[in-house]
């Protein structure tokens, strides 16, 4: 058996991998391995996922120690079945192919270059709006017909609008994947964005809006993101406000939406068992989409730099008070992005972390608090979160910078700490990308990010590379100025 403090030096990765190797290859031993078929490679890689609480017991291991263990596992198994490929239909869409055979799922995403950075206060929303609708009836179809249509063949067809990028899913069995990559196209290319369509949606988009309002972290963090990206075109939200959204109509959408739809701002990933004649499948569906951009669609300001501190505090009638600070992080296409992820893991990444065990177990300042980085293309925030009770706030403030203080030294993470972050950010990467759809997922959105699909395979090395002086460095360069932001209550 495995013992449970191999992986805490991370010295003894190959060792583990061995041994598991083994037990997959003697599979007779333990109950959980017999599984017919599971002895053939792809077999036991969809099986993965439902041994894991198995193998936790099995293997003596924690729960972010045997995620290390399977994801190692994933790492250097998955290479073997074959490499994805970047090709293009003729008026230069990139596409991205990952053949997959060991499933009859195929999944297809279309990733747009638009969002809410391309919007203004006025028609803020309005992105967001026109992916909602895409599947909400097309110019033959009303929404009815055409969830009925898709639902009838066992698929899944769902778009959604973001603030650089916005997307178009697509997941089929392989037996009725050209009927449903022509309802996607269909969705694609000719929508309907019907006035009685975009009036139920812009009910359910405010009312979203208006539920966000009771949940104090959303709240909290939208007011942090208004200070913090003043004069960015991050500053808009995705969902737009009540006061843009009824001002919008479908002439605007269509705009909206048509002036993204060009080559060169589109990405097709597509992961699965597909057929020989997929490009052209593709080409037939996609093809007539414009080879060149109009350059009618204009973003906002990109250039990111937070010149002085900055506090928004709100009164609440609610006895639960939410604070949050937050600094600069790098982008994505950054060489300081993967020591973040692990520092906002190790500081803030869960019940093990540096801020609940000191400010919550030890000192119980706090009934939830953590950190975390979102993934931008330009420049992102680190913020860490705290709820509380506002007789805290102060000492919040007061441990928080602290820890700032301590991560800028050097003196915050242990190398065991910062080893443990790691292994739990590349376990759950690998298990998270077991799925054709998340597969076409993270292919497409690196690429259309900049880092190139094969990031999907750089990104846990990236993330293994860090030490402690990366982190360090980091921490020194981006951890100055802050916005503070307070719900308290009255």
């Given at each position: 058996?495995?013992?449970?403090?191999l992986?805490k030096?991370?010295?003894n990765?190959?060792?583990i991998?061995k041994k598991?190797?083994n037990?997959f290859?003697?599979?007779?031993?333990?109950?959980?391995f017999?599984?017919?078929?599971?002895k053939?490679?792809?077999?036991?890689?969809y099986?993965i996922?439902?041994?894991f609480?198995?193998l936790?017991?099995y293997?003596r291991?924690?729960?972010?120690q045997t995620?290390c263990v399977i994801g190692?596992f994933l790492?250097?198994?998955?290479?073997l079945f074959?490499?994805?490929e970047?090709?293009?239909?003729?008026?230069?869409i990139?596409?991205?192919?990952?053949k997959?055979t060991g499933?009859p799922?195929?999944?297809?995403?279309?990733?747009v270059?638009?969002?809410?950075?391309?919007?203004?206060r006025e028609?803020n929303?309005v992105?967001n709006?026109?992916?909602d609708l895409l599947?909400k009836?097309?110019?033959?179809?009303?929404a009815?017909?055409?969830?009925?249509?898709v639902e009838s063949i066992?698929?899944?067809?769902?778009?959604?609008g973001g603030?650089d990028?916005?997307?178009v899913?697509?997941?089929?069995?392989?037996k009725?994947?050209?009927?449903?990559l022509?309802?996607m196209?269909?969705?694609?290319?000719?929508?309907?964005?019907?006035?009685?369509?975009?009036?139920?949606q812009?009910k359910?988009?405010l009312a979203?809006?208006?539920s966000r309002?009771?949940?104090?972290f959303?709240?909290?963090?939208?007011n942090?993101?208004e200070?913090?990206?003043?004069?960015?075109c991050?500053?808009?939200?995705?969902?737009?406000t009540?006061?843009?959204l009824p001002?919008?109509?479908?002439?605007d959408?269509s705009?909206a939406?048509?002036?993204g739809?060009?080559?060169?701002r589109?990405?097709?990933a597509?992961s699965?068992?597909?057929?020989q004649?997929?490009?052209?499948m593709?080409?037939?569906r996609?093809?007539?989409i414009p080879?060149?951009?109009?350059?009618?669609?204009k973003q906002g300001?990109t250039?990111f730099k937070?010149?002085?501190?900055?506090?928004t505090?709100?009164?609440?009638?609610?006895?639960?008070c939410?604070?949050?600070?937050?600094?600069?992080?790098?982008?994505?296409g950054?060489?300081?992005?993967?020591?973040?992820k692990?520092l906002?893991?190790?500081?803030?990444?869960?019940m093990?972390?540096k801020?609940?065990?000191d400010?919550r177990e030890?000192?119980?300042?706090?009934?939830e608090?953590?950190?975390?980085?979102?993934t931008?293309l330009?420049?992102?925030?680190?913020v860490?979160?705290?709820?509380?009770?506002?007789e805290?706030?102060?000492?919040?403030?007061?441990?928080?910078?602290?820890?700032?203080?301590?991560?800028?030294?050097?003196?915050a993470l242990s190398e065991?700490?910062?080893?443990?972050?790691?292994?739990?950010?590349v376990g759950?990467?690998y298990?998270d990308?077991?799925?054709?759809?998340r597969?076409?997922?993270?292919?497409?959105w690196y690429?259309?990010m900049?880092?190139?699909?094969a990031y999907?395979d750089g990104?846990?090395?990236d993330?293994?590379n860090?030490?402690?002086a990366?982190i360090?460095?980091?921490?020194e360069?981006y951890f100055?100025n802050h916005v503070?932001?307070?719900m308290e209550s009255?």
């Amino acid at each position: 058996m495995l013992g449970g403090n191999l992986l805490k030096t991370g010295k003894n990765l190959s060792k583990i991998v061995k041994k598991l190797q083994n037990l997959f290859k003697n599979n007779a031993k333990y109950s959980f391995f017999r599984i017919k078929g599971l002895k053939k490679p792809c077999r036991a890689l969809y099986n993965i996922v439902g041994i894991f609480l198995n193998l936790n017991k099995y293997l003596r291991c924690n729960i972010n120690q045997t995620l290390c263990v399977i994801g190692t596992f994933l790492f250097i198994v998955l290479p073997l079945f074959g490499a994805p490929e970047k090709v293009a239909l003729k008026n230069g869409i990139t596409v991205i192919l990952n053949k997959d055979t060991g499933s009859p799922i195929i999944a297809v995403t279309l990733f747009v270059k638009n969002g809410s950075s391309y919007e203004s206060r006025e028609n803020n929303g309005v992105t967001n709006l026109a992916f909602d609708l895409l599947t909400k009836g097309t110019t033959t179809k009303d929404a009815a017909k055409f969830a009925e249509e898709v639902e009838s063949i066992g698929a899944s067809l769902d778009a959604s609008g973001g603030d650089d990028i916005s997307t178009v899913s697509l997941v089929s069995v392989q037996k009725y994947f050209p009927k449903a990559l022509g309802l996607m196209a269909e969705a694609v290319l000719t929508p309907a964005f019907s006035r009685d369509e975009l009036e139920k949606q812009r009910k359910e988009t405010l009312a979203a809006i208006k539920s966000r309002e009771d949940r104090n972290f959303e709240f909290t963090y939208r007011n942090f993101k208004e200070v913090f990206y003043e004069g960015h075109c991050y500053r808009l939200d995705k969902l737009g406000t009540p006061d843009s959204l009824p001002k919008i109509n479908t002439e605007d959408v269509s705009k909206a939406y048509l002036s993204g739809l060009s080559a060169p701002r589109i990405v097709i990933a597509v992961s699965g068992d597909y057929f020989q004649d997929i490009m052209e499948m593709l080409e037939r569906r996609f093809g007539s989409i414009p080879a060149k951009d109009d350059g009618s669609l204009k973003q906002g300001n990109t250039d990111f730099k937070l010149e002085k501190n900055g506090e928004t505090t709100v009164k609440s009638d609610k006895a639960q008070c939410m604070l949050l600070i937050g600094y600069p992080a790098p982008s994505l296409g950054t060489p300081d992005f993967p020591a973040v992820k692990v520092l906002s893991s190790a500081i803030g990444g869960g019940m093990s972390s540096k801020l609940f065990n000191d400010l919550r177990e030890k000192q119980g300042l706090a009934y939830e608090i953590g950190s975390f980085s979102p993934t931008k293309l330009y420049g992102s925030h680190f913020v860490f979160y705290a709820g509380t009770r506002k007789e805290n706030i102060e000492k919040l403030k007061a441990g928080i910078f602290e820890q700032v203080e301590k991560i800028k030294n050097g003196s915050a993470l242990s190398e065991e700490d910062i080893t443990a972050a790691k292994n739990y950010i590349v376990g759950n990467f690998y298990l998270d990308k077991q799925t054709n759809s998340r597969k076409a997922w993270y292919l497409g959105w690196y690429e259309i990010m900049g880092k190139g699909f094969a990031y999907i395979d750089g990104y846990a090395g990236d993330i293994s590379n860090v030490t402690k002086a990366d982190i360090n460095k980091a921490a020194e360069k981006y951890f100055n100025n802050h916005v503070l932001s307070v719900m308290e209550s009255k």
